[in-house]
């Protein structure tokens, strides 16, 4: 283990690329963090899959992470950067030992993390998968956000039985008339999640319609 000094993180559930970083984010500066070297597979894990690290890990770390706020140096009481051959990325765990942030890196500060722990032996961390996050990679944070929302009216209106809506946007996306309610739904869903932006406008222009 050694010590990284003066990174940027921005802790979500999901790691955000830097650019995709927003005025509203809690970015914040990290005065120094242990850091591990771990192999691919293990970075891979902890950046797509909600886990759980042994207690271990968590006595490694434990309030070794102290982050500028304010003027002042507060304490994270279980933070710790990962990295292997070609990526480094920042993690803070719960007291139980759950995954409950990510955070890329920017990238110079990333490669600089890989240059400046090259010698450090690889950790083999003892954790466990309770679930691999699926997420679209075609989606930019903002698309994901539209399409969260969009996701969700459609589940709300299928949810109260407002079929006429359901066969209105079927009809106006597809150009043919549906009768099964739940086809047109499950349709329509799968289209969005396959990233077909076609119909992702149309259903936007839609529900501006549909809301009026």
């Not at 869903?189 to 149309?202: D, S, T």
Request: a negative charge; hydrophobic letters at 35%; glycine letters at 2%.
């Amino acid at each position: 283990m050694k010590n990284t000094y003066d990174i940027l993180v921005n802790f979500k559930k999901q790691a955000y690329e830097f650019y995709e970083w927003d005025k509203t984010d809690n970015i914040k500066h990290v005065k120094s963090i242990p850091t591990f070297r771990v192999s691919d597979a293990c970075l891979l894990d902890f950046d797509n899959c909600n886990l759980s690290v042994s207690k271990e890990l968590l006595r490694k770390i434990k309030d070794k992470t102290e982050i500028f706020s304010n003027g002042q140096i507060v304490v994270e009481s279980y933070a710790c950067v990962l990295f292997c051959n070609h990526k480094a990325m920042a993690f803070t765990f719960s007291e139980d030992g759950n995954l409950t942030g990510k955070s890329n890196l920017l990238f110079d500060e990333s490669d600089d993390v890989i240059s400046s722990c090259e010698g450090l032996e690889e950790t083999l961390i003892d954790y466990n998968v309770i679930s691999v996050n699926k997420v679209n990679n075609d989606f930019t944070r903002k698309e994901r956000k539209m399409v969260d929302m969009l996701l969700n009216y459609l589940d709300k209106i299928h949810m109260r039985k407002k079929d006429y809506e359901i066969k209105y946007m079927y009809f106006e996306c597809f150009d043919k008339v549906s009768n099964d309610d739940d086809r047109a739904y499950a349709e329509i869903v799968n289209q969005i999640n396959n990233a077909n932006f076609l119909i992702i406008e149309k259903l936007l222009s839609l529900i501006k319609v549909l809301k009026k």
